[in-house]
């Protein structure tokens, strides 16, 4: 055991005592003074030490509030003479550069196929995408989901946890994405809505992490039927700032689980959330879904603040203090945006030779299958646009079919969000010629009716229904 | 020398450039130096460096990433005890740190610290408590004094304003957490104490016995207008009466938080997701295109407990083992709670287009409100079967539709089960429509209660049953 006197006496270089005095009264020998001289560099008055009477205590070290404020004073006798980034180190950290643990594939044997709601589909999907972390609030008509992720998750070691609140549960996610794990939520419009905030932080920050969105019928509460009332939310409302997801739109319970093995790849891809606007009805309905022919076991991405020594490096953050500094990162994320382009999907039935086109999405893209073929069945050439991605829009693809197109029929369950979209990405990519837009819609939890569609469609042509 | 804990540059602050690289953002004398240094410290002393994963607030110390040579991660304002959690999750063995400042976790953070605390999970909270907002400039917080002067109580804080905010007795009043004490920085002997519950706090995770939370009394020399000195001084003379010091809970508690890796094991998933790789065996021929077409539309409806959405799933597994493809969709919400359940089928040749049953090809209807709401959609040429034991004085409305009235219930009774009168109702549907051969019907319903085989022969007797009864009607 050393001797008293032995022990380390402080020191401090004056450009980082801020001269807060709070060591002054800590010191039991009055070692400490203010000092007289302002400090060119920082303009402020570092304290003098007069160290006659220190015994090395330490007590003025534990008060001062700044790291590399009061220290012990080094074995070299020099160093007061030094630079401080030599005295304090030069470089952020000794940590080692971070490491990628790829995801592995492992093919599965051929399964027969499952009978399954859209809702436990989807879960379904996420499990063989390697997704084993599920954070929730219960909301109709998501809840099945959440029922499905929380029977199955303890069985297979992952975890399922019932949030507060849906803030909560997007920033657990913000949380567990950060740490680059797979994770999830099911929600429903007004609990997406809650979720808006966390979902820009995690687009800010490049955290993944797939939502879906079983829409309801809204605003406010509303109630619980179908509706397609979030595109314009998913689309263009994804919390504060300059922010995107790739929207995927599925409309049977099949794709129900292939999107979203497809939004866990895109997630980590684009290291952007990923969200799968589904309706009511989808969710709730049962049908045959075939299993892929693998299913993946995740690694640990790079970038990943996981808690260990590879990812000490790391930072999840979406602050960027300085304006110039923040346009850079705005300008980095439009980048990574317009890339985003490449992943636009739409499913086109019958659209070869139609003159007539309609567009539509989820469950009403369904019905507008079925009534193109009632109308082509009456001579009629109809076919389905059906976007399968929202956000990007697929516009390539309606490049395609547009110049046979003499009418352009929107089928949605919602006041024109999805027509709007179309609208956006004609414009967008300076398309002027077209049919003017007609559309059928419902809302509240009216779905349009194949009825109606062949009505719309066919008595413009003279068509007796 | 320098505690290990602390990044050797601050690279982060302002890009490390002169003399930021080595100094904080900090006012001159703000407590949050002192409480990163002792959790600074206590990371060192634990050996815990590359394990820990420090989640910074907003607030004034929103920046704490700058500092902490772990890994570190930015929350949304009041959010960081959820995203500890996610963390904590994500890798059970990481060491999760939520900082947190008064208005960050006492106000807009409310429900996430309360609902995280009681959750229990070993993380740990380090919650610095100066009485005012110093970020936004002054405002009032959570914690500020009655009677205290900010920019937002400018006359003083008054009674409608609520009063302060006792945050580590709220937290040690839960269950969730195993340790809660309130430091303070003011002299020698405090920041001792302070020092000591933070290592404590951490060890607790360390040790994996549970949720801690430190609640520390610091100085914002700044907003309160004062000297380092004086801050020191208000924090004990004004603060300590309202925000009395000490340990507020120290439960002993055995280490618990032992989480299993996840596994991906191939076998194991396909198990829990119910995927087999057997075959169903096939009966038809070709697709029952007597009942309709190349797309078959169904409603079912009865009241709650009549086993129409059961019945439902059954045609649909029947339809799929038979290659065709089939859905179901449910009535839900309120409207299935009590009253009225009805499901739409579709059984289709390639694909099912329209889910919904508006005009279906056969109604089953297992109660006269159901049959009454939906026999008159029923198509001509359609069928409508009906549980003739409770539905007795019905008049067609339609013709051209065929009416088979089977007693379901008493048949269902008879066995001894009124629980199977929808499996009575699927023999009917079977001898009146044709849709599927028998064998078909009776596959689905042994594959259905695979796991409870006692129960197969009583539902194979009651969809005989149900054959028979409707085969013997004579159709008007
Ligand atoms: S080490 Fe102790 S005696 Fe020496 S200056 Fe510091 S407080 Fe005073
Ligand atoms: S406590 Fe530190 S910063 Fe404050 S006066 Fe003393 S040495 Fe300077
Ligand atoms: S404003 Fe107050 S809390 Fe914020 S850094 Fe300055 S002294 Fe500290």
């Known amino acids: ?465 | 020398m320098t505690t290990s804990a602390f990044y050797g540059k601050f690279e982060r602050h302002s890009h490390g450039e002169g003399l930021k690289g080595h100094s904080t953002h900090y006012c001159p004398g703000c407590g949050h130096g002192l409480a990163h240094k002792y959790l600074g410290e206590a990371i060192d002393e634990l050996g815990i460096q590359d394990k820990t994963v420090a989640v910074s607030p907003v607030g004034c110390s929103v920046f704490l990433y700058y500092y902490f040579d772990v890994g570190n991660t930015q929350a949304a304002h009041g959010r960081a005890p959820a995203v500890a959690i996610g963390h904590k999750l994500a890798n059970p063995e990481s060491i999760v740190i939520s900082y947190q400042g008064d208005g960050d976790l006492a106000s807009i953070g409310l429900a996430e610290i309360v609902s995280t605390a009681q959750m229990g999970i070993p993380i740990t909270v380090i919650f610095v408590n100066n009485a005012i907002y110093g970020m936004t400039g002054g405002q009032m917080a959570p914690t500020t004094l009655m009677g205290q002067r900010t920019a937002t109580s400018p006359d003083g804080r008054v009674e409608f304003m609520g009063q302060p905010m006792k945050m580590a007795e709220l937290i040690a009043g839960l269950d969730g957490p195993v340790y809660v004490e309130r430091v303070a920085l003011f002299n020698p002997k405090q920041r001792n104490r302070a020092k000591k519950a933070i290592h404590k706090a951490l060890q607790n995770q360390v040790e994996k016995r549970g949720f801690s939370f430190v609640e520390v009394l610091a100085e914002c020399p700044t907003h309160l207008k004062a000297t380092p000195e004086q801050a020191e001084k208000w924090v004990e003379e004004a603060m300590l009466p309202m925000f009395p010091l000490g340990v507020k809970k120290d439960e002993t508690r055995e280490p618990w938080w032992d989480r299993p890796a996840p596994t991906f094991e191939t076998e194991r998933v396909l198990k829990e997701i119910g995927a087999g790789e057997e075959k169903a065996p096939r009966y038809c021929t070709s697709f029952p295109s007597h009942v309709a077409k190349n797309d078959i539309s169904l409603k079912l409806a009865g009241s709650g407990g009549d086993g129409a959405q059961t019945a439902a799933m059954l045609i649909v597994h029947a339809g799929i083992n038979e290659g065709f493809d089939a859905t179901h969709i449910p009535a839900y919400g309120p409207e299935s709670r009590g009253g009225t359940s009805y499901a739409d089928v579709h059984v289709a040749a390639d694909e099912v287009l329209s889910p919904a049953s508006p005009s279906p090809d056969v109604l089953i209807a297992f109660n006269m409100p159901s049959l009454v709401k939906f026999g008159p959609d029923v198509r001509p040429g359609g069928t409508i079967i009906y549980d003739s034991s409770v539905i007795t004085d019905y008049t067609p409305v339609k013709s051209g539709v065929k009416m088979v009235g089977v007693p379901m219930s008493e048949i269902a009774k008879d066995l001894g089960k009124l629980m199977v009168k929808n499996i009575v109702a699927l023999g009917a549907l079977q001898a009146a429509t044709g849709i599927f051969p028998k064998e078909t019907f009776l596959t689905a319903v042994r594959r259905a209660l695979k796991d409870k085989c006692a129960m197969i022969p009583l539902n194979e007797q009651a969809f005989e049953w149900g054959v028979k009864a409707a085969s013997e009607v004579t159709v008007p």
């Open chain 1, 1 to 465: 055991m050393p001797a008293l006197k032995e022990r380390p006496k402080p020191f401090v270089l004056p450009e980082f005592c801020k001269g807060c005095g709070r060591c002054i009264s800590a010191c039991p020998k009055h070692c400490i003074s203010m000092g007289t001289e302002i400090n060119p560099k920082t303009g402020l008055t570092p304290i003098v030490l007069d160290l006659t009477n220190c015994n090395g205590c330490g007590l003025c070290i534990d008060a001062c509030p700044e790291p590399y404020g009061l220290q012990q004073t080094p074995a070299d006798a020099d160093y007061e003479l030094q630079d401080p980034a030599k005295l304090f180190g030069d470089r952020m950290t000794d940590a080692p550069e971070p490491v990628d643990i790829p995801d592995q594939v492992v093919p599965l044997p051929k399964m027969e196929p499952l009978v399954l709601k859209g809702n436990y589909a989807a879960a379904v999907g996420a499990l063989l995408a390697g997704c084993r972390h599920f954070f929730g609030y219960p909301i109709t008509p998501s809840t099945e989901g959440a029922e499905l992720m929380a029977k199955l998750m303890p069985h297979l070691d992952g975890t399922f946890l019932q949030a507060v609140s849906e803030v909560a549960t997007v920033n657990m996610m913000y949380g567990c994405g950060g740490a680059g794990m797979r994770s999830m939520t099911f929600t429903s419009s007004p609990g997406f809505s809650l979720m808006l905030e966390g979902i820009s932080y995690m687009i800010g920050a490049e955290v993944p992490g797939v939502f879906i969105n079983v829409m309801r019928g809204g605003p406010g509460l509303g109630n619980i039927a179908p509706e397609q009332s979030d595109i314009k939310l998913c689309c263009r409302g994804l919390g504060h700032g300059n922010t995107h997801a790739i929207v995927l739109t599925p409309s049977t319970p099949q794709e129900m689980l292939d999107l979203t093995m497809l939004a866990f790849e895109l997630t980590f891809k684009y290291r952007n959330p990923v969200v799968i606007a589904s309706d009511g009805y989808l969710g709730q309905m049962t049908g045959k879904v075939s299993l892929p022919e693998s299913l993946v076991k995740p690694g640990i991405p790079k970038w990943a603040v996981y808690g260990d020594l590879e990812h000490r490096r790391n930072l999840i953050s979406s602050i960027y203090l300085s304006e110039v500094d923040l346009e850079k990162w705005n300008v980095v994320l439009n980048a990574k945006y317009a890339s985003m382009q490449v992943e636009q999907r739409a499913d086109l039935y019958m659209c070869d030779d139609a003159e007539v086109l309609l567009v539509a999405c989820n469950t009403p893209a369904r019905t507008a299958k079925g009534a193109v073929q009632v109308l082509r069945s009456r001579g009629i050439k109809a076919g389905l646009f059906r976007p399968v991605t929202v956000w990007p829009f697929p516009i390539e693809k309606l490049k395609t079919v547009l110049p046979n197109a003499k009418r352009i029929v929107v089928v949605e369950a919602s006041n024109g969000q999805l027509e709007d979209e179309v609208k956006i990405a004609l414009a967008n990519a300076r398309i002027r010629e077209y049919p003017e837009i007609e559309h059928v819609r419902h809302f509240g939890g009216v779905l349009p009716q194949m009825e109606e569609v062949i009505l719309k469609v066919a008595a413009g042509q003279e068509v007796t229904v």
